[in-house]
């Protein structure tokens, strides 16, 4: 990739309207072009780089690019999963690296406002060191913002209970085309005054709005929580078990599941003994005061009946971080496996559980590809995954095709094209093997509404048209 | 009001794209021409009233009414407390008495979709019935519909721990102008794919689209619902109590109280002993397991501390059901003081609980009337009334004044001016005092993307624009 160099002029102006230092040259900042899908070849060469330092600023550099016809590309951590991030077609690359600002926060209401460059991982602390939760939990918390997972409306292990990240959302302020700050509800828990737009910004992906801070409801926090893993002989009667737990009416707080080659991948780094024919793995966690933790964790083990070779329940928070760190790193060793993968986040009614993950199978053996999937069970969301080695172009391309293959699959089985990673660049044109004509038209039509010129983010979120992509060998989802 | 005719073209035109008896002639019910708001003098003519038999058929009368150029205004149950489904203006009210299918119902995966007209109350049933919690209750389930139910998302006091009813909605099928059926969404938990439409869908009161099926997700209902009820001198010592139940971080599920006025309108039907100098009520329920609820129920009373001057625990079932129809009651209660009210739903941040109940009796006193407050205290949701004489015209427009006061003091506490019933017809023009002019202009913009041509029930959900209405002095809300 040939650097991009940065036009003086538009370097001049959009320091005028932040600070010198908030503009940055793509040529010596090539982390800007990509985002976690860089592996999968997707990088992008913007015409500039700005990291506003408020919400006024961001708002003044959307004019300034509406004004002088420029694309807009919003940028978070840089960890999305479906290129969302990326300035595949160039433009000025937004970034909230600067909106760190926690603007407010009263964990006595269960509220906090946090500018969009905050690391989600922060809320999460901040929430947990006075007593609250806020439950999403996607992959790469540390690096991702706060902005982007609104922005993505990004999910996790524990959306099961306590849903994907838009859930917790009673308020957005957004820079909106041509160039001006909105906020769309705040810190109220109930508010119907005019149309819900601060949802309709969630999940946007930056192509209807730049998101600048949000309002968040925390919960308060579980005094326990306790996960179990139960081993299964294979598929088959883990997905049976998944059906059992949730139609026991058992409100368990996660309910996540690893195919046996995913197992296999990780069989190694399991923080404890695992049986030798073990084709399955349920990582199930209940929360809740201490004993009432306990008594659903029986009343799970109980769902579960005789079907499991064994149900493990580690012990002590050691334990327990030991598990949940094990599951964190399943992604990666998936991926080291050939040193890249293909992985997609299709979603399906649980009750097709087991159809979507012996696809997935069947669909690599048809490709030539060895694949395996995991992901979050109760939700039927499965992150279906093609093992490639990266320099094999031939490797890549089938395993593109199997992913497409993948997400007809999906639609087929009642379900979507994406669970939680949103769909970026990469899934781009996707959106009408799920969506009928009317629905696609009402989407246009809202994008057109908010961003008549088209240059929030152009060809993101289901834009039908446009060229299609390589796949990511490398992206690391949870 | 002199009985619209309904002319014999339209009708006939009507009739032929769904049956002969689902035309209504409007001057033989007027009954279509009203919601809950009849008593503050908001009545309309519609110029036809249709009930269509499918979805399909909703979509036919959409596009014929689009093509000519006919006004549509959907209606549910007619218990709307904002006007948004009464036919101010005429045109062609289309009901969803006849969409009374449960499409589907998964107990075993929490999930049902039920078409716009099954009663909200239906579908509470129907979930428990199969160990299941639909959670949104709002007042009048057995005569709302959940097609209305889903375009005012309606609360509730069991919205403090489940939300408000788009919590529950995971897909929503649509008529869409100029006339076809749009689904966005459907039984997933989650779903990234496409923009949130189905929830911008939720709480647009008929002005985006028409309803016409929803896909909810239910959950596990709780094997224990306990309520407390507890007794202040004062409304300063109760929403203090407000405030430490919140900030002790009890997750419970309701949290309402009633204000000394209103208290005083339903002291004498009060299930129980109520201490003689009481001026001020929480009702707190809590619930899960029976040691849970238990559990939660005792550290409520420790977080109340000494201030409450009583706090009682009805026991058994009947004490319990006792008390909920005691609270039903209150809104009518209020109501008949006077003859009717002029009753308004803004909501506060929590710690400004006091200053809105406060603040609302000083509103009362300015315009010398009686007025009093209650509703649900943990989501700062408040039902402001001023009591009128509905005979009384001048004290009719001193109660729209008074409410009208109430708008801004909510605004200017940092809240917004409904929290749960919408803005309908009766709050038009409103909305511009709590969103700033970008969002407004966003808003517009969504309008008139997904509504070309203004048909869909013009000049609700705050439309900046028309004429005022009179206050309605006996709506019933809970």
């Known amino acids: 990739m040939s650097a991009a160099t940065l036009s003086p002029g538009l370097a001049a102006d959009l320091a005028a309207l932040t600070a010198a230092d908030a503009v940055l040259d793509p040529g010596h900042h090539p982390e800007y072009g990509h985002d976690a899908t860089a592996y999968r070849g997707l990088r ?37 999963l479906a290129g969302g991030a ?39 602390r901040l929430a947990r060191e006075n007593g609250l939760l806020f439950a999403p939990d996607p992959g790469a918390a540390e690096q991702s913002h706060i902005g982007g997972n609104v922005a993505t409306n990004a999910g996790g292990p524990h959306a099961f209970k306590y849903g994907v990240t838009g859930r917790a959302v009673t308020g957005v302020e957004a820079a909106m085309a041509p160039g001006e700050l909105a906020r ?19 999940g946007s992906e930056g192509t209807l709005g730049i998101v600048t801070s949000v309002s968040l409801r925390l919960l308060p926090a579980p005094a326990a929580s306790l996960p179990l893993v139960a081993f299964f002989a294979e598929a088959a009667a883990g997905c049976e078990a998944v059906a059992a737990v949730v139609g026991s009416g058992l409100q368990v707080a996660a309910l996540e599941y690893l195919d046996g080659a995913t197992l296999a991948a990780v069989a190694g780094a399991y923080p404890g003994a695992l049986p030798d024919d073990a084709g399955f793995l349920l990582a199930i966690e209940v ?32 334990e327990r971080e030991a598990l ?25 009614p649980i009750d097709r559980l087991l159809e979507i993950v012996e696809g997935t199978l069947a669909i690599g053996e048809r490709h030539g590809l060895r694949a395996c999937s995991w992901g979050h069970a109760g939700d039927g969301n499965v992150h279906s995954s093609f093992l490639v080695d990266p320099r094999d172009e031939a490797q890549l391309e089938r395993a593109e ?73 490398n992206e690391q989802e949870r």
């Open 184 to 202: 769309f509800g705040g810190a109220l828990a109930k508010d119907v005054a005019g149309y819900d737009i601060a949802h309709l910004l969630v």
């Open 287 to 318: 929360d809740g005061d201490e004993e009432e933790a306990r008594r659903l964790a029986a009343e799970v083990v109980a769902a579960l009946g005789d079907e499991p070779l064994a149900v493990h329940a580690p012990q002590g928070r050691s």
């Open 401 to 473: 095709e199997a992913a497409d293959e993948l997400f007809g699959l999906a639609v087929a089985l009642g379900g979507t094209i994406s669970g939680e990673h949103g769909t970026g660049w990469l899934k781009r044109g996707q959106l009408g093997r799920q969506w009928d004509p009317a629905a696609l038209a009402a989407q246009r039509a809202v994008k057109r509404a908010l961003d008549p010129k088209g240059l929030l983010n152009p060809g993101k979120k289901g834009d039908p048209t446009g060229p299609s992509a390589t796949p990511n060998p």
């Open 44 to 80: 992008g060469e913007p015409d500039a780089i700005v990291l506003p330092g408020s919400a006024a600023e961001v708002a003044a550099v959307l004019a300034y690019c509406y004004e002088h016809g420029l694309a807009v590309v919003p940028r978070g951590g840089g960890t999305g």
């Open 86 to 124: 990326v300035p595949v077609e160039g433009g000025v690359v937004v970034a909230s690296d600067r909106l760190r600002a926690v603007r407010s926060f009263a964990p006595e209401r269960w509220t906090i406002e946090v500018e969009a460059g905050v690391p989600t991982a922060d809320v999460q």
């Open 324 to 348: 949940w760190r094990w599951r964190d790193g399943v992604s990666g060793a998936v991926a080291g496996q050939l040193g890249g993968k293909v992985s997609e986040d299709v979603a399906v």
